[in-house]
């Protein structure tokens, strides 16, 4: 059974870039049906797809963060990485990352988040 | 792209039906069959309970139904339990190849 695990600094400065990794266990990690997406929850609010990584290398990102967001990926680590640069206390939020397994056009993997408070 | 638009809360009795709105445009939910839906309880991971529109993972109660009608969704939760206290957020794929969220409802059980 395929798991998600979120890593990554749990406080950043303003200004400075936010970087996190996805490490995936249990399946095989290059699977062509698989879909990788980052997917942010801030305090008090709903949740926000950040992008998507697709089986063939292609990514997709949200237009408000497409100029700050970058995807990865780490085929021999098992990961998928986002970096946020330039980040503001609007970037502190629960950063998510969910695959696309089974289920076509959802998110049914999810990892269990990591916290991300930006501040100095 | 705006995030879908749901009520910000809704709530029932045990036993009782619920149905939680999901509306967005011709760019998401009123043109594409991929629309989902999504149980969270704060603090945990979010948990899938409805895929293109009106399909159930493996797992769900069929307690929850989905159905889509031009761009708008709906998510009814039938036989209301305790358990399904929650937060839930329908999504869509768009035309621009993106996804995007609803506002969240929160379902609250008397």
């Known amino acids: 059974q395929v798991q998600l695990q979120e890593s990554g600094p749990g406080l950043v400065k303003p200004s400075q870039t936010l970087s996190l990794s996805c490490t995936v266990s249990?399946?095989?990690?290059?699977?062509?049906?698989?879909?990788y997406n980052w997917i942010r929850q801030p305090a008090g609010k709903g949740l926000e797809w950040i992008g998507r990584?697709?089986?063939?290398?292609?990514?997709d990102y949200s237009p408000s963060l497409k100029s700050r967001a970058t995807i990865s990926v780490d085929t021999s680590k098992s990961q998928i990485s986002l970096r946020l640069t330039s980040v503001t206390a609007a970037d502190t939020a629960v950063y998510f990352c969910a695959s696309r397994i089974l289920t076509p056009g959802a998110f049914d993997v999810w990892g269990q988040g990591t916290v991300v408070t930006v501040s100095s | 792209q705006s995030a879908l638009t749901q009520p910000a809360s809704v709530s029932g009795s045990p036993g009782q039906s619920i149905t939680i709105s999901c509306t967005g445009t011709?760019?998401?939910?009123?043109?594409?069959?991929?629309v989902s839906w999504y149980q969270h309880h704060p603090g945990k991971a979010p948990k899938l309970v409805i895929f293109e529109a009106n399909n159930r993972p493996a797992g769900v109660p069929d307690r929850f139904f989905g159905s889509k009608s031009g761009s708008s969704a709906s998510l009814t939760i039938s036989a209301l339990q305790a358990e399904d206290e929650a937060y839930y957020y329908c999504?869509?794929?768009?035309?621009?190849?993106?996804?995007?969220f609803g506002t969240g409802t929160k379902v609250t059980v008397l």
């Open positions: 999504s869509s794929h768009t035309t621009s190849s993106t996804y995007v």
């Open positions: 011709s760019s998401d939910v009123g043109s594409d069959k991929y």
């Open positions: 249990g399946g095989s990690f290059s699977n062509t049906d698989f879909f």
């Open positions: 990584l697709y089986p063939g290398g292609r990514i």
